[in-house]
């Protein structure tokens, strides 16, 4: 059976004591309960010379309580000029100290507290006290690292993440970023570029909700997407001038509805599925035929096609056979050998397949119901039925 006085024999400060005890007396400080215990301590043995030892001499903090000071003024070095209003401490201890701790918790009843636990809340106590800044633990602004024994921190910004919704007038530019070539515009950079200049930060991604091909142009009420910037030294700031910087640069993209989201919104704006409307301009070998064409639309209206992955995405996707509706085809125009149609289809849905056939791996097409191959010549998203 272990007695309090058992304590003293351990190099141990007030507060790590205390913390044996943590979570047998409430509404103390662990410091309070281990000046309680240093107190009772001199009592049961009859000594009032008694004391813990020192903080700096303690084989378990190590003095860290007493150095706040020291690890707020590297944090603020590392968050200079940094917009944040909420933050959340991490910390990286030795694991001897833990180990003491540990063995010393556990003679004595394992009630206590981590010096970890209580560190990462004090200190962030200490933060808030200091720079008014809030403690949260779910999805903060900064995480802040301290490693306790060699003093030093880190500290991670979040990703800013903006919303809106883009309009791509352009049939020569790609959604995003070639991997191997940096030159060259795209909506990512278009936008990213003009966000990192007014958010700062250190580089930028985005995350749209499904894509059009590079030389199709995106029209009517816009495809949604969120730019994310990284390590933002902004976090607020009036988004016109994101839109105004984009829409006013005439590279043919245009950006609206925007607004600051979180990291989720990426997430449910990838996963959407929303039926689309195109305008197609076909073209045939030969003069089109228009009662023909008429009559191949109107077949395939409200058909379900079968289309295996198309042969020019046959690389980067998996070979499979999808079923798409095909919800409307409409015929607009005809003049010599082209046409224009109106195509609603379920997301998914190759089109520039549907029209062609694609060799037979979509099936029906409207090559196959026309009879005479036909190609898709220039291809516009007009409406993405997000049902708004
Ligand atoms: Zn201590």
């Avoid at 046959?314 to 109106?342: F, N, P, Y």
Wanted: with cysteine; net charge negative; proline share 2%.
């Amino acid at each position: 059976m272990v007695s309090l006085s058992d304590l003293a024999s351990y190099p141990i400060c007030r507060r790590c004591a205390g913390r044996i005890f943590a979570m047998v007396g409430t509404g103390l400080t662990n410091l309070e309960r281990g000046s309680m215990l240093e107190f009772s301590i001199k009592c049961e043995k009859n000594d009032p010379e008694f004391n813990f030892a020192d903080p700096q001499n303690c084989e378990i903090c190590h003095g860290i309580f007493d150095k706040f000071s020291v690890f707020l003024s590297l944090v603020e070095d590392k968050l200079k000029e940094i917009e944040y209003s909420t933050f959340v401490v991490g910390s990286v201890f030795p694991k001897e100290w833990i180990e003491l701790e540990n063995k010393i918790q556990e003679a004595f009843g394992a009630h206590g507290e981590s010096i970890k636990k209580e560190f990462n809340r004090e200190f962030g106590k200490y933060i808030t006290a200091k720079t008014g800044k809030e403690y949260r633990k779910e999805d903060p602004d900064i995480t802040i690292a301290v490693n306790v024994e060699y003093e030093f921190v880190n500290v991670s910004i979040k990703s800013l993440f903006i919303y809106g919704k883009y309009r791509k007038y352009r049939r020569d530019m790609p959604q995003t970023r070639w991997i191997h070539k940096k030159d060259g515009d795209s909506i990512e950079s278009i936008i990213g570029e003009a966000a990192l200049r007014i958010a700062g930060g250190k580089n930028y991604y985005l995350h749209g909700s499904g894509r059009e091909d590079v030389d199709v142009r995106m029209l009517g009420n816009g495809r949604e997407f969120v730019i994310e910037v990284e390590a933002p030294i902004m976090r607020t700031f009036d988004l016109s001038i994101l839109s105004e910087t984009v829409n006013r640069s005439m590279k043919g993209v245009e950006i609206f509805d925007l607004s600051f989201v979180d990291r989720k919104t990426v997430k449910e704006i990838k996963e959407e599925k929303h039926s689309k409307v195109y305008d197609c301009i076909i073209e045939g070998d030969t003069d089109i035929d228009k009662l023909k064409l008429e009559e191949a639309c109107t077949e395939m209206n409200g058909k379900n096609i079968y289309q295996r992955t198309p042969l020019r995405v046959a690389q980067r996707r998996s070979d499979l056979i999808r079923t798409r509706k095909i919800e409307r085809m409409e015929l607009v125009a005809v003049e010599g050998k082209e046409a224009e149609i109106v195509v609603q289809a379920e997301a998914g849905t190759y089109i520039k397949e549907l029209i062609s056939g694609d060799s037979g791996r979509t099936n029906p097409s409207l090559s196959s119901k026309y009879g005479s191959q036909l190609n898709v010549k220039e291809l516009d998203v007009i409406k993405i039925c997000r049902g708004e």
